[in-house]
């Protein structure tokens, strides 16, 4: 448990240093070095820390995750096969009054360094390059430039007690992340504050501000992240040393090997990595502007909107052939009551099809795709006579 009054002398100190002109910082912190106040304040804060690590010692036996203490923060790396239970473990560790958020492993680093993964955010937002599910669904964000605060300055996160419910069951796909690329970042709840919602939501949210938005990593208290798997085609990516090269496969990837229901499977992958060196070209085109770095960075973001229309033309195609494919499954089984309920299914197919080829700008890749489906409806509903 932290010692009160030491806490109090730090906080207050912290603050008379803050306030005061950066000539007399010095000399205040000098001066309240040679307090008695401020040795028992130094000689609480070791054995906190001390008492800390005992705890966190404890709970690495009692779970077998790994844990390393990065600039302060403890990191919990836990084993995808063990993580609804280890999660639990480690909820429940730091406690009922904590605040929950699910992040894009890779910017965990953001998240020590500034306290947030959203660190850079104001500057270098690609967070919407993957699926964009769960992305500000309650406009958090717009709240918070409306009180002038920044994007950073706020996020989208979880209460203990709901936290605590879901834990057993965690996932994040939902976020367009799978499992073992998503980091959960731990907060105090007693330095943050709700967000209030918009009015057409009800003034409900999920969002919280930093009560002071000038010392954010003082209010993470740890995070948990996962023992990643690469897949083939990230492999390949990682061994490549050129950023154009990288790029030349990510263009590969989408345009050329994303085909069919089976091959989504990577697009969460494809999506991440796209981030990735997105972030990457530009923190260093920020840094030192070259042609070359924004070349890429146009590249990517043509890359990234096929992604998104490979992913909506694949799901559409699949669902109105599947359509067809039940159907006939239905009448091959003599199955009454599916052959009652899926008879208009292939008008259905044609109507919808058709209409979306005329309302929709499709290239001659999925054109031909569709006409495919349309044509196999004809047929379907020229052989069952329906």
């Not at 000539?23 to 912190?29: A, F, M, V």
């Not at 009180?147 to 996932?171: H, I, N, R, W």
């Not at 367009?176 to 709700?194: M, V, W």
Request: net charge negative.
């Amino acid at each position: 448990m932290k010692n009160f009054e030491s806490q109090q002398f730090r906080d207050n100190l912290a603050k008379e240093i803050k306030e005061a002109p950066k000539e007399g910082r010095k000399e205040i912190l000098d001066r309240a070095k040679e307090t008695p106040e401020y040795q028992k304040a130094r000689t609480g804060k070791i054995k906190e820390r001390q008492g800390e690590e005992e705890k966190l010692d404890q709970l690495r036996q009692g779970t077998g995750v790994e844990i390393e203490i990065i600039s302060g923060v403890p990191v919990f790396t836990i084993e995808t096969g063990q993580k609804d239970e280890v999660i639990s473990k480690i909820t429940q560790f730091f406690g009922e009054n904590t605040v929950f958020r699910i992040i894009n492993a890779q910017f965990v680093d953001d998240a020590i360094e500034f306290g947030t993964d959203k660190g850079r955010v104001d500057e270098h937002d690609f967070r919407r390059v993957a699926d964009g599910a769960g992305y500000d669904v309650w406009g958090v964000e717009k709240q918070a430039l409306k009180q002038g605060l920044k994007k950073s300055d706020v996020f989208c996160g979880t209460p203990y007690k709901m936290f605590a419910k879901g834990g057993s069951e965690f996932s994040s796909g939902g976020l367009g992340i799978p499992d073992d690329r998503a980091a959960i970042l731990i907060y105090d709840g007693g330095k943050l504050q709700e967000v209030e919602g918009p009015e057409e939501m009800g003034g409900l949210s999920d969002g919280y501000v930093f009560k002071d938005t000038k010392t954010k990593r003082e209010a993470l208290l740890g995070i948990m992240k996962f023992r990643e798997s690469f897949t083939e085609f990230e492999r390949e990516l990682h061994a490549l040393e050129s950023a154009d090269d990288k790029v030349a496969l990510l263009e590969k990837e989408v345009f050329q090997n994303l085909n069919n229901k089976d091959d989504l499977k990577n697009a969460p992958y494809i999506a991440l990595n796209i981030i990735a060196i997105l972030h990457q070209e530009s923190l260093k085109n920020t840094k030192n502007p070259s042609a070359d770095s924004t070349e890429r960075i146009g590249k990517l973001k043509i890359i990234s909107d096929r992604l998104e229309y490979e992913i909506r033309m694949i799901d559409f195609a699949d669902n109105m052939s599947g359509q067809v494919k039940m159907t006939r499954e239905a009448f091959s089984k003599n199955d009454n009551r599916r052959m009652e309920l899926m008879r208009t299914w292939p008008d259905f197919v044609i109507e919808t099809t058709e209409n979306y080829l005329q309302e929709n700008e499709v290239d001659e890749k999925y054109k031909r795709v569709l006409l495919e489906i349309i044509e196999e409806a004809r047929k379907c509903k020229l052989e069952l006579n329906l």
